[in-house]
């Protein structure tokens, strides 16, 4: 699928770093290093603009690395990019480590994964069909 984006960053386009990826890493556009501190947040600009097509997102998720390396995740995990937004794309970073983190211009922050999502259409009833499960929630099903 093809998409429109402005790039007004000094980095590359986001793109898949190989065949099979799911996610494009979205990198830093900042003018001097951001320190997070421990438990502290900041939302990091990455210098594009995209217009979605109606029935897509992106989805803006953690990488990995970062997550399990330093304790620096996204904080509205995944947090979601609409179709008819037309702002510059930032990522909501939280530090959950116990040591300062500082992000330099370029660096991956994130990922973006391109979605399709379905409207709902809500159908006002009195009841619910039955299920196996019921109203069995927040571990009802087992620890194994």
Known sequence: MKIKIINKS??????????????????ANISESICLKPLARTIVLTGIFIELPAGYEA??????????K?????????GTIDADYRGEVGVILVNLSSEEFII?????????????????EWLDVEALEKSE?????FGSTGLK
Do not use: C, W
């Open 133 to 137: 499960r019921g109203a069995g929630g």
């Open 10 to 27: 000094k980095h590359d386009l986001p793109h898949y770093s190989t065949s099979a990826s799911a996610g494009m890493d979205l990198r």
């Open 104 to 120: 330099e211009d370029g660096e991956r922050i994130a990922q973006m994964v391109i979605a399709k999502h379905e409207k709902a």
């Open 59 to 68: 989805q803006v998720r953690p990488r990995s690395g970062l997550a399990f």
């Open 70 to 78: 330093k304790g620096v995740t996204v904080l509205n995990s995944p």
